[in-house]
Antibody
Framework: QVQLLESGPGLVKPSETLSLTCAVS?????????WGWIRQPPGKGLEWIGT???????NYNPSLKSRVTISVDMSENQFSLRLTSVSAADTAVYYC????????????WGQGALVTVSS | DLVLTQSPDSLAVSLGERATINCKSSQSVLYASNNNNYLAWYQQKPGQPPKLLIY???TRASGVPDRFSGSGSGTDFTLTISSLQAEDVAVYYCQQYALTPPRTTFGQGTRLEIK
């Protein structure tokens, strides 16, 4: 059974870069599937950040595209998120997730990592 | 812009009764190339990540009880819980996919409580 675990700093200063990693166990990400990041500000709804497509491309939320990079490390079986020039509006629980094969829904999620942007 | 609107924002239903949540898209999510509606439903309980219930409008995810069902096509979709159980109290989200450019959005959520 696939498991995902987010890790990274819980506190980031304004204007700096948020970096998170999602470690995948129970499945080799080099074998297929697409993988994504979603975030949820405290008490609010879900926002898609971006998806890494197994063929090697990435798709990003247009509202975040200029600040977001998703990358994959097949050797470590993990993928990462970088969000630059953060502000308080980027404070959220960040989830990594697996995409249903042939679809765009997410069938396996990490528990989430709370990242607070504050000086 | 790609917008999903859920209704109602909150809902209170008696145990054993039917609960219905609606989701309306600003553009069709039906893709003629494969006749699939790219619309999904999730359940989120406090302190937990979302759980996939339904994808492609009506396909139940693995392990989801059959009291959960999805229906609809094009721009209008419905999640139905046929007989509400106490453990169904949660916030429910719909999600859609658009092809050009590839992107996905979520509805604002519907809070379901026991009456």
């Amino acid at each position: 059974q696939v498991q995902l675990l987010e890790s990274g700093p819980g506190l980031v200063k304004p204007s700096e870069t948020l970096s998170l990693t999602c470690a995948v166990s129970g499945y080799s990400i080099s074998s297929g599937y697409n993988w994504g990041w979603i975030r949820q500000p405290p008490g609010k709804g879900l926002e898609w950040i971006g998806t890494f497509v197994h063929r090697g491309s990435t798709n990003y939320n247009p509202s975040l595209k200029s600040r977001v990079t998703i990358s994959v490390d097949m050797s470590e079986n993990q993928f990462s998120l970088r969000l630059t020039s953060v502000s308080a509006a980027d404070t959220a629980v960040y989830y990594c997730a697996r995409v249903v094969y042939g679809d765009w829904s997410f069938d396996a999620w990490g528990q989430g990592a709370l990242v607070t942007v504050s000086s | 812009d790609l917008v999903l609107t859920q209704s109602p924002d909150s809902l209170a239903v008696s145990l054993g009764e039917r609960a219905t949540i609606n989701c309306k898209s600003s553009q069709s999510v039906l893709y003629a190339s494969n006749n699939n509606n790219y619309l999904a439903w999730y359940q989120q309980k406090p302190g937990q990540p979302p759980k996939l219930l339904i994808y492609r409008a009506f396909t139940r995810a693995s392990g989801v009880p059959d009291r959960f069902s999805g229906s609809g096509s094009g721009t209008d979709f419905t999640l139905t819980i046929s007989s509400l159980q106490a453990e169904d109290v949660a916030v429910y989200y719909c999600q859609q996919y658009a092809l050009t450019p590839p992107r996905t959005t979520f509805g604002q959520g519907t809070r379901l409580e026991i009456k």
